[in-house]
């Protein structure tokens, strides 16, 4: 007996329809389940190490959407790290990174960008690492006017090895090595950068991400050295020694204790326990850089400029 052949039926059309939907639907899951910056982050050092609540997460999103929006040659861009939380960040993008010694991040970026100035080096670290320990490459290579973006991310410890006290935890504030409290009174860190001659210097927090971006996409254009504080919740440490809550806390403090001012003395804005944060885009001028100055004199002794972009 030949088995009838069965002719299509609405019932059918509707099943064909609604495979080709689940297929469509998956693809679209699979689409939805990419961030658009996943191609700018190493895969395969995922997840990060950073602790629920920390800015960092927040930080790195704004950085990477930084960096993209400023129209850089993204194949020339290097970020150079040093040791600590934020210095993770050279390890996790796509872009060519240095992970250094622990205080050391802007020797080697100043050593990259005299030998490649064509590249737009970015370097990214923490306030322990850029201040407490890094201070003096700080210092001059402020003075010097290098050609580097220096982005800090300021969480008042040292976040990674203990929640020790740094350069910038606020006087009577508890960390691990200030159980009774910390005597120390803390740099106001724009005030260095402003002293030492850095050509862009501004202030935000991990709450205010918009302004952060803007700030680093400037601070990249800048010709100069550019300084870009970013206050960031540290909840594992220095929010629970000092009975601050959550990272969601913190970051409400950050909305509802700041205070925008351009016009301010830099030397006034330290953090303190509990008070009033200070935040802006502080200075904005121009002048000439270390490499201009190096090709200048080489020039007039040599007939040709030293560097070549």
Not at 5 to 30: F, H, I, P, Q, Y
Not at 176 to 184: D, H, I, K
Not at 227 to 248: D, H, Q, W
């Amino acid at each position: 007996m030949v088995n009838p052949v069965r002719k299509n039926t609405n019932r059918d059309k509707d099943m064909s329809c609604s495979s080709k939907s689940n297929a469509e639907l998956s693809n679209g899951v699979n689409d939805i389940n990419k961030h658009p910056l996943d191609k700018f982050i190493r895969q395969d050092r995922m997840p990060h190490i950073w602790c629920p609540g920390c800015g960092l997460g927040t930080i790195f999103n704004g950085l990477l959407n930084a960096i993209i929006k400023s129209g850089v040659d993204l194949d020339k861009v290097a970020i150079v790290s040093g040791i600590g939380c934020t210095g993770r960040i050279a390890g996790y993008v796509k872009f060519d990174g240095f992970h250094t010694t622990h205080g050391r991040a802007i020797p080697f970026a100043t050593g990259l960008k005299l030998a490649r100035p064509d590249l737009k080096v970015i370097v990214v670290s923490g306030e322990g690492d850029l201040f407490s320990i890094g201070g003096n490459h700080f210092i001059h290579a402020g003075r010097r006017n290098v050609d580097l973006t220096v982005i800090c991310v300021n969480n008042s410890n040292y976040g990674m090895t203990g929640g020790q006290c740094s350069a910038t935890t606020p006087v009577k504030a508890i960390t691990a090595t200030t159980p009774f409290g910390n005597f120390e009174a803390p740099f106001s860190l724009p005030h260095i950068a402003a002293a030492v001659g850095a050509v862009y210097v501004a202030r935000w927090t991990a709450y205010h991400i918009q302004k952060v971006q803007s700030a680093i996409v400037h601070a990249i254009q800048k010709k100069g050295f550019s300084f870009v504080e970013i206050m960031s919740p540290c909840p594992t440490y220095y929010a629970r020694m000092n009975k601050l809550g959550s990272g969601l806390d913190m970051m409400k403090f950050y909305k509802e204790n700041t205070v925008i001012q351009q016009e301010v003395e830099l030397k006034d804005i330290s953090i303190t326990r509990g008070g009033k944060i200070v935040i802006g885009d502080f200075v904005d001028k121009d002048r000439p850089t270390f490499n201009d100055l190096v090709d200048e004199l080489t020039c007039r002794f040599t007939g040709a400029p030293l560097h070549k972009e």
